[in-house]
């Protein structure tokens, strides 16, 4: 049942829709009263205190709530131990008058709303959580109503991301009927698109209920518009997107929030292919282009590819040197000031013109203003070409170049002295990549983190790609 307003016994207004004092609660008793035409009685409570008048739709009646308690955990969940309105402790099983609470001037507890407190602003409910235990188990269908009983994972829905895409998780298609190469058709591209767990009814974001039979009793519904996406599952029809909605989204797609390898699964065009010496060069993040036989880098100083000699020298050249380094380096072409890299960490290519003309023949309706760059960070790598070498820490880069002494040095600049818990990044090695990867699974779609302020730091962007 709805509530039309709640009200003091004083006729004070308490506040609207969203309010920040207000929290879950639950209550021994509650009364219902007819409202006369003098309006709603005083009431007084066990402890003597003056309780507050909700009145109740339609208004011909009104609730009185009374030995209300905080609620110390969440609403549903492990009702056995906690109670239904998750208040817990010694009294909390027996507490079944859920409500939303506050607490008057002497930090008294009173029911301030009926059932809930109300919420305008739409947040994925189970972020830092699972989801409630009983929605754990497999997405198989419900005898009954047809929908799926669990989610498949405790975590599901409970943050930011694109969780159809995960194996046995519920709505997953597999990967031989959706492959890379169909994520953007209107069948699939749904399957990438982040989204996360809102209450139902939050007026910030669109939002459906869910259909997984254990959730929906928790008002559970699914958005993918609080977490950046365009809703590309539902904006469907004939087979085709519908118009004036950004869809296909995510990598490789029309439309993309984030930075990404603009030419993975195609070739660069013949302008700079034929220059650089490689149709494939810079198109992905799985190879280190500049030690390719053909490729321009590798004809200029083929001094630097392992395992050649060169006049003088009968060793392996030295791949942790200022003038070898970069060529063991993994890099991709990117949009420059895309979202995810900071600024100095995509570089302007060359033949930004010729890139942009392709791009925009693969992406139709993108447009690339600031042109196309280069970027080590993108694939994890460290940036060590020119002058980058001498400012950027990361340098010289790889595990081959990893000594004990800069491995000293990160340990006594980061506070691990006396700290052996606290959290390490170790330089001049792969890097991870951003926490809040959409494609944590893949390497290739991987971000780096924008947080980070050691990456590349001060030096001096060089076009050289």
């Known amino acids: 049942m709805k509530w039309a307003f709640v009200a003091l016994t004083c006729l004070e207004c ?18 219902l009263h007819v409202l006369t035409a003098e309006g709603p009685g005083e009431h007084t409570g066990v402890q003597g205190d003056k309780l507050l008048v909700i009145l109740n739709a339609g208004g011909d009646t009104y609730s009185v709530y009374d030995e209300c308690q905080e609620a110390m955990f969440p609403r549903g969940e492990n009702v056995q131990e906690h109670g239904i309105c998750g208040v817990g ?12 609470c506050g607490k008057d001037e002497n930090g008294i507890v009173h029911a301030i709303y009926a059932d809930k407190c109300p919420s305008d602003a739409c947040k994925c409910i189970w972020e830092g959580k699972t989801l409630p235990e009983e929605a754990w188990v497999a997405p198989d269908a419900d005898a009954t109503t047809g929908r799926p009983i669990g989610t498949g994972n405790p975590l599901t829905g409970t943050y930011c991301r694109d969780w159809n895409i995960l194996p046995g998780v519920v709505d997953h298609v597999a990967d031989t009927t959706c492959p890379k ?24 974001h669109p939002n459906t209920l869910t259909s997984v039979e254990t959730l929906r009793p928790y008002g559970a519904a699914w958005s993918y518009e609080l977490c950046g996406s365009a809703n590309c599952y539902t904006n469907v029809e004939n087979g085709a997107f519908n118009a004036n909605f950004q869809c296909p989204e995510g990598p490789g797609c029309e439309y993309y929030r984030h930075c990404e390898c603009l030419f993975e699964g195609t070739t660069l065009p013949a302008s700079v292919s034929n ?13 280190a282009w500049d030690l390719l036989p053909g490729t321009k880098s590798y004809t200029e100083q083929p001094e630097c590819m392992e395992g050649k000699k060169y006049e003088g020298k009968d060793v392996d050249p030295d791949k942790c040197s200022k003038e070898c380094n970069w060529h063991y380096n993994h890099f991709c072409y990117v949009e420059m000031h895309c979202s995810g890299l900071a600024a100095e960490h995509v570089i302007l290519s060359a033949y930004t013109a010729d ?14 203003i600031n042109g196309i760059g280069y970027s080590y960070e993108m694939c994890g790598s460290g940036n060590c070409y020119g002058s980058a070498f001498d400012t950027n820490p990361d340098c010289p880069f790889g595990e081959d170049c990893l000594t004990c002494g800069m491995v000293k040095h990160d340990y006594k600049v980061q506070d691990c002295c006396h700290h052996p818990v606290n959290a390490i990044q170790i330089h001049h090695v792969f890097h991870e990549g951003m926490d809040s990867s959409l494609h944590e699974g893949d390497q290739t779609w991987k971000l780096p983190n924008p947080m980070d302020k050691n990456y590349g730091k001060n030096f001096v962007p060089e076009e050289v790609h």
């Open 89 to 100: 402790g010694v009294e909390g099983p027996g507490i079944s008058y859920c409500a939303g």
């Open 14 to 31: 308490v506040a609207a829709a969203g309010d920040p004092s207000c929290f879950d609660c639950g209550c021994k008793t509650r009364v």
């Open 355 to 368: 890139l942009v003309t392709a791009a925009a023949a693969k992406y139709p309706g993108r447009t690339f």
């Open 181 to 204: 190469s169909k994520m953007c058709t209107p069948a699939c591209n749904w399957l990438q698109n982040a989204w996360c767990y809102v209450q139902e009814g939050c007026t910030t």
């Open 275 to 287: 220059i650089v010496g490689n149709p494939l060069y810079g198109t992905h993040c799985e190879i």
